[in-house]
């Protein structure tokens, strides 16, 4: 298994279809693992409910979390110059506002059987 994580929720339509897209690019140096399966074990240090709220990656270093990690594996998909200017200061900043402002929602709305 590859030391690249993306811990991902399959269950969630958007989230699939991105992945879905990425797939070719991220697979076999990133595991796409759906957190979504019945006999998913959340990695430790980690609860399930957290991987729910917000997309987590590990690089095979560090576990990148919500904006973060959707830079870190656009970039470890090969668009490098996409997550470059994903990661300028306010355009990351920008990006983290929405992105928690989404995951917030989804939380709300879309996943209420946790």
């Keep these: 298994m590859p030391a690249a994580q993306l811990y991902y929720d399959a269950s969630c ?3 699939r279809r991105e992945i879905d897209h990425l797939r070719p ?4 140096q990133v595991a796409l693992v759906d957190i ?3 006999d998913f074990v959340p990695p430790a240090g980690y609860t399930l409910e957290q991987l729910y709220r917000r997309i987590h990656f590990f690089d095979g270093q560090q576990m990148h979390i ?3 990690a959707s830079v870190a594996y656009w970039r470890a998909a090969g668009l490098k110059k ?3 200017l994903l990661n300028l200061p306010l355009i990351r900043h920008v990006g ?4 928690e402002l989404w995951a917030r ?3 709300r709305h879309l996943r209420c059987d946790l």
């Design 13 to 15: 339509g958007l989230c």
């Design 25 to 28: 690019q991220l697979e076999p």
């Design 36 to 38: 979504s399966q019945a």
């Design 66 to 68: 919500g904006y973060a």
């Design 82 to 84: 996409t997550a470059w």
């Design 96 to 99: 983290h506002l929405v992105y």
């Design 105 to 107: 929602w989804r939380s």
